[in-house]
């Protein structure tokens, strides 16, 4: 069944976790209808405050990942397959070098291009927000992915952080017991993401499994092999560790490795998040115990749905009126249920 606040699935089949992803995707249509500030009675066109200008013959849309990964690029794919359709629309996907200042360059070089659209996965929430207002006074709208921005925009399209790490201290607590120690593997401090994801894993185990006791909580940058390290040290403290929560796959993989040095495989509770195909085909291995799924494709898709109906339809960025969200629904994938995530949905 799915909950329909949080949108998570418990032990849902195939066609439910489609089902919902469906919902999510006419819940995202009437969303970016609605942000737009109306139709105009003179001309019909959506959200123009005057009379339509003629369309430009190519619209320019690009995504400017944070750097180079799985899921940003999963995203890029899922904007592709949709924007390949529209032959006036060019896309590209830009590198943001893990730099604030390189994403603002970007930005800036976007914006004079005349882009249409652009597709941000913002390093720092904060620091982009002037390019985002920058964007608007230009007529380019953004829209953001996974991480918001704080100054608004046209819409934003994430994974369920919080609700989805409250889920996993849920199924995680029962495969532990509903007792023991459980360390953190975490990213650097200051990302919202971050926060979301410690957060909700942190009150799920307070709801859901008082008996467990978080007992160390470190940064591991994101990074398999960090995370390698870091657990080694924590076991050496904690030789009694009964799971490991890493609030992405990579890190929760670093744990796996771990486990399999120190003979801890099938003892060790690890759950990781996001999704990705390594961590799928390790759940099904029987190794790594659990992670959050989300669709990043189907995410990239109505990413781009929302950029094509801003595009072609010449809405000016000023006209958006209210902010467009759409939480993802998820799957926490254990090794019970891992098989209703087919091949074509793995990224």
Known sequence: MSDPVTGSTRATPRRGFMKQAMAASAALGTAATALIGGTDPRTGSLGLAGAAAAAPSTLKMAFIQWQPHTVPAAWSKGIEEVLKEQPSIEYRLLDGQNKVEVQVSLMDTLINEGSAVIFLQPIDSVALAPSINKAKRAGVSVITL?????????????????????????????????????????????????????????????????????????????????????????????????????????????????????????????????GEKDALDSIEKGELTGTQYTDVYQQGRFAASVATLLGAGQVHATAVKKKARLLMPYLIATRENVRQIQPSQRW
Do not use: C
Request: glycine fraction near 12%; proline fraction near 3%; charged fraction near 25%.
């Open 146 to 274: 996974n991480i918001d921005a704080s100054s608004d925009h046209a819409a934003h399209v994430e994974m369920s952080h919080y609700h989805g790490a409250m889920e996993i201290a849920r199924v995680m607590g029962e495969k532990m017991g509903g007792k023991g120690e459980v360390a953190i593997l975490n990213a650097p401090p200051g990302i919202v993401i971050r926060d979301q994801r410690t957060n909700g894993f942190v009150d799920g185990m307070k709801k859901h499994h008082p008996g467990i006791r978080i007992v160390a909580d470190q940064v591991a940058d994101w990074s398999r092999k960090k995370a390698q390290d870091v657990l080694a040290t924590i076991l050496a403290a904690r030789p009694g560790l009964a799971g490991v929560y890493g609030v992405n796959d990579s890190m929760a993989l670093g744990a796996v490795d771990v486990a399999k040095e120190k003979g801890l495989l099938g003892k060790l509770v690890v759950f990781g998040n996001d």
